[in-house]
């Protein structure tokens, strides 16, 4: 059975930092590129970044680039978001979510989500 | 970026109904548009991807069709686990954007 399970969230001061985690089970993790996306309370879904499957392709969104790194450890079938510089508007919910990493390519399994609150 | 547009953005039906909810973009995107259906307080889950393509396990009564920029879910016969929110993503270039949401209430 395919599982994400996503942890790390928590309350956090504007300007602090945040280390969330996604850990992989039931396939084989190397040969998918992982999302992570967010939802902030009572709104819709945002897409935050992507990491290929070899780490060769990085993407963010623009809200996010230059404070927020995406990274994997394949050892531990485990994909990361380092979060710095955190203002209010990132409170949100963040789900891990995997691809095939071609063109098109759904977001076919999703973490369950951890809550990230940023507030003084 | 490329912008998805749904509508409505929220709409009120009954058990049995037959719903469809469109999806715009502001460019072309070929069929690279994926539906999500997600009830509250859970993560979204994949419906329909490459426009009409029905994910694995997915009830038949749903459906997808469209082709360039403008796409449409549909519900054949609404069921009392289908009142939830609707999402369509295009995958066609970074970054990937989703619309704004459609919430199916019950009547």
């Known amino acids: 059975e395919v599982r994400l399970v996503d942890t790390g969230g928590g309350l956090v001061q504007p300007g602090g930092s945040l280390r969330l985690s996604c850990e992989a089970s039931?396939?084989?993790?190397?040969?998918?590129?992982m999302n992570w996306v967010r939802q902030a309370p009572g709104k819709g879904l945002e897409w935050v970044s992507y990491?290929?499957?070899?780490?060769?392709?990085?993407y963010y969104a623009d809200s996010v680039k230059g404070r927020f790194t995406i990274s994997r450890d394949d050892a531990r079938n485990s994909l990361y978001l380092q979060m710095n510089s955190l203002r209010d508007e990132d409170t949100a919910v963040y789900y891990c979510?995997?691809?095939?990493?071609?063109?098109?390519?759904?977001?076919?399994?999703w973490g369950q989500g951890t809550l990230v609150t940023v507030s003084s | 970026d490329i912008q998805l547009t749904q509508s409505p953005s929220f709409l009120s039906a009954s058990v049995g109904d037959r719903v469809t909810i469109t999806c715009r973009a502001s460019q072309v995107i070929s069929t690279y548009l994926a539906w999500y259906q997600q009830r509250p307080g859970k993560a979204p889950n994949l419906l329909i991807y490459a426009a009409s393509t029905l994910q694995s396990g997915v009830p038949s009564r749903f459906s997808g069709s469209g082709f360039g920029a403008e796409f449409t879910l549909t519900i054949s016969s609404l069921q009392p686990e289908d009142f939830a929110t609707y999402y369509c993503q295009q995958l066609d270039s970074y970054p990937w954007t989703f619309g704004q949401g459609t919430k199916v209430d019950i009547k």
């Open positions: 979510a995997r691809d095939r990493g071609i063109v098109g390519a759904p977001f076919d399994y």
């Open positions: 990491i290929s499957s070899t780490s060769s392709t990085i």
């Open positions: 039931g396939f084989t993790f190397t040969t998918y590129s």
